[in-house]
């Protein structure tokens, strides 16, 4: 009776070890509601089978409320999250303050030299990688090849700003609503911001000089907004201080815009019969370049971190590795179509096959290439980052004289007047946070 | 005779007038909601066309994709537990604390009241990182738990003043009757005043389920899988990059569905406890 009791007990606790050797890991992964990021849950059953141990819990909310929420979770070391996406603006100042586990000593099957340059510095501080690019995306030209070859125009390979104004200008058909250009005007650090920095830079204008003093009094800033003012109030649509990216992306499906300079991610909307009215008349080109072409086109990567409060680290590390691995590109193209692969982010992607069925990918992969966040401006600049400047005042800082800009655009103030306010702002911070 | 028929023929005249205006501002209030509706069955291309098509070929695809996509019961059901929850708790406490605060006034009374009103003037967000902090540390982040104490006590100053203001009406003579019967505090309250003041009551409790259900600013920064209720259901839907107003407009329908029918069910003792106070 002892014996069997004794056999029993051992019997048990063998298949309770059992159990526990493979006791589930939970992990939380905050993301944005982006298509690929969609699709990524979507195809979660796939990464859920061939790791049981593994569940995944999905958070999906709009950019602002995540970053609002990520940073107050980071911040506080909530440690509601195991795996966050964030941006290629947070991950070395996240990095940095030790907020975020480092990814080094990654598999050899995840190729990490494979992964675009530019995009691995962007998401490291130090030499330390933070993050894992899930997509990437640079900004370039769109525009109707049906109404250019109407007037008789043509769009060149890299357009200069001034050319695009005179093209804007011969298609610009209001009482049709056609209107010449679409471009951002809400106002914001991701919004209007990203779109007038790159024509900031291509301007020869920069945010700061060297000594970090700001540059808004400058002849080159000045050019630029009046540019950016007048090109948009003649030729683009009405009310376009309220549009973003969402607001210009139904614009243009709708046939509403002649050109729009906007995000390359939108390459795959705009040609996809299902959202758009003119998915067989789109042409793409550079972002327009002016006296230079550094910083024309910007350079952003939604990436997959780890915050160094997790618990649950080496599964979320299984997951990132996963999830922006040449294995799950395969997956995606296997199951959505080649059209539908994460890009920016791995030069492996950018094979013949891909090349050849999306229409947008050459001119991606040259914006992707031409993009240096550490060189994007004509004059040096002490910063890093092609629209924005990785320091964590900018986000308050390129909000603040987003809304100036906006109103200039808007006409509720002027460019001098905007341009002053945003020079006295921008000093008043940046000296209060000790950088002169 | 013309005199009469002038009179009747402005009656007549008014009655109409009337009706237009109730029907105008009825459907000016009603558009959002019936815009959100039509555009849930729509496609994507459909959704953000201009101009906007009224008359349209009616599609699913909405509706299935987010059944797919999202587990929409476990957020209705996480909704459903903390505005009930909440209410629940809610009235228990502002029944008692308006009970006392209305029947045995004292000279600061008045002060209470008006302070526990201020606290609603405080933006929502000058507290939050004290409020994440607590939540962190005991443990309440991401639980209907939390979810409820919370909801309870930002809604408690509205249901304290709303319980006090239909208490306030109650004649003090039926509760002196009732004492000299014999009737102490629990039961005053349940045997007098509760089926006296059930039209107001039932005012209060609908208000509270309807901002319980509808706040998103606390659900959304104090909770992520597990105990997310609806408003953040419709938050995973709002997109950055991509146009998907149609799916927006379905989770939207889904989530407000629930409390609109609750509501219609409900406008009688709603209506009659926001107009005809306590005592009728």
């Known amino acids: 009776m002892k014996k069997s009791q004794l056999i029993s007990t051992l019997t048990y606790t063998a298949i309770a070890s059992a159990q526990l050797s493979f006791a589930e890991t939970t992990i939380t992964i905050g993301t944005v509601n982006n298509g690929d990021m969609i699709r990524m849950q979507g195809l979660s059953a796939e990464f859920e089978n061939r790791h049981p141990d593994i569940k995944l819990e999905w958070v999906v909310l709009e950019e ?85 070859d109407q007037a008789g125009l043509e769009m ?4 200069t700003w001034t050319q695009v104004k005179e093209f804007a200008m011969k298609l610009h058909n209001p009482e049709k609503e056609q209107y010449g250009i679409c471009l951002r005007g809400k106002a914001g650090w991701g919004e209007n911001m990203a779109l007038i920095t790159t024509m900031s830079n291509a301007f020869g204008a920069r945010w700061f000089n060297p000594e970090w003093k700001p540059e808004f009094d400058g002849g ?48 795959s909307f705009v040609t996809d019969p299902t ?33 160094s409060s997790s618990d649950a680290v080496s599964a979320a590390r299984t997951f990132v590795t ?19 692969v994460p890009p920016g982010t791995r030069a492996s992607t950018y094979d013949e096959k891909y090349l050849t069925e999306a229409p947008f990918a050459e001119i991606t992969l040259q914006a992707m290439g031409n993009a240096d966040p550490i ?37 509720t103030s002027n460019v001098d007047n905007a341009l002053k306010a945003a020079q006295e702002y921008t000093s008043r911070q940046m000296n209060r946070a000790g950088y002169f | 005779m013309n005199q009469e028929y002038r009179y009747h023929l402005i009656r007549v005249s008014q009655f109409w007038i009337r009706t237009a205006m109730s029907w105008f501002v009825a459907l000016l209030i009603f558009f959002p909601i019936a815009w959100m509706l039509l555009t849930s069955f729509k496609s994507e291309i459909e959704a953000f066309s201009t101009p906007p098509s009224i008359f349209f070929k009616p599609t699913l695809e909405n509706y299935i994709l987010v059944d797919e996509r999202s587990d929409y019961f476990k957020f209705a059901l996480n909704s459903v537990i903390v505005s009930f929850g909440s209410t629940l708790l809610g009235m228990l406490l502002a029944v008692l604390a308006a009970y006392s605060m209305a029947f045995f006034e004292t000279k600061r009374t008045q002060a209470t009241l008006l302070w526990m009103l201020s606290t609603k003037m405080l ?31 930002m809604n408690m100053p509205i249901m304290v003043w709303m319980v006090y203001t239909y208490f306030k009406e109650v004649p003090t003579e039926i509760l002196e009757a009732a004492r000299l019967d014999g009737a102490y505090a629990v039961k005053e309250i349940i045997y007098i005043l509760l089926p006296i003041c059930k039209g107001g009551l039932a005012a209060t409790v609908l208000l509270s389920l309807i901002l319980s259900w509808n706040e998103a ?64």
């Open chain 1, 64 to 148: 602002n409320v995540l970053r609002q929420k990520l940073t107050n979770d980071i911040a506080t070391k909530g440690g509601q999250f195991d795996v966050m996406t964030i941006g290629m603006y947070e991950a070395p100042m996240w990095g940095k303050k030790g907020w975020l586990n480092e990814l080094s000593d990654l598999p050899e099957a995840y190729d990490l030299i494979d992964i675009f340059p530019a995009i691995r510095d962007g998401l490291s501080n130090d030499g330390k990688l933070y993050g894992l690019p899930f997509y990437g995306e640079s900004s370039v030209t769109y525009y109707r090849t049906d109404q250019f």
């Open chain 1, 156 to 159: 060149p390979e890299q357009p």
């Open chain 1, 220 to 267: 080159a800033w000045r050019e630029t907004l009046s540019f950016y003012v007048d090109l948009l109030g003649k030729y683009g649509p009405p009310g376009a201080s309220g549009n973003g990216f969402n607001e210009n992306l139904a614009l243009f499906n709708t046939g509403k815009c002649a050109m729009w300079v906007d995000a390359s991610v939108a390459g």
């Open chain 1, 275 to 307: 959202q758009s009215k003119v998915h067989e008349n789109v042409g793409f080109a550079l972002a327009p370049m002016e006296v230079t072409s550094n910083g024309a086109g910007w350079l952003w990567t939604w990436a997959l971190a780890i915050p």
């Open chain 1, 322 to 340: 996963w999830a922006t691995s040449k294995e799950y590109v395969a997956l995606v193209a296997s199951t959505s179509g080649i059209k539908n």
């Open chain 1, 375 to 411: 060189n994007s401006t004509k004059n040096p600049k002490p910063y890093v980052g092609v629209q924005f400047v990785g320091i964590p005042e900018f986000q308050a800082i390129g909000t603040q004289v987003g809304k100036l800009f906006s109103g200039a655009l808007a006409g």
């Open chain 2, 123 to 153: 933006p929502p967000v000058g507290v939050l990182v004290p409020i994440y902090l607590l939540f962190r540390d005991f443990g309440l982040l991401d639980t209907r738990t939390g979810l409820v104490i919370l909801y309870t006590l």
């Open chain 2, 217 to 280: 600013f606390w659900s959304l920064n104090l909770t992520t899988a597990k105990a997310a209720p609806l408003t953040a259901l419709i938050a995973s839907y709002s997109s950055p990059e991509g146009l998907f107003w149609a799916k927006l407009s379905a989770v939207s329908t889904l989530a407000c569905a629930p409390i609109l029918v609750f509501g219609w069910i409900s406008q009688k003792q709603l209506v009659r406890g926001l107009s005809f106070g306590a005592v009728k």
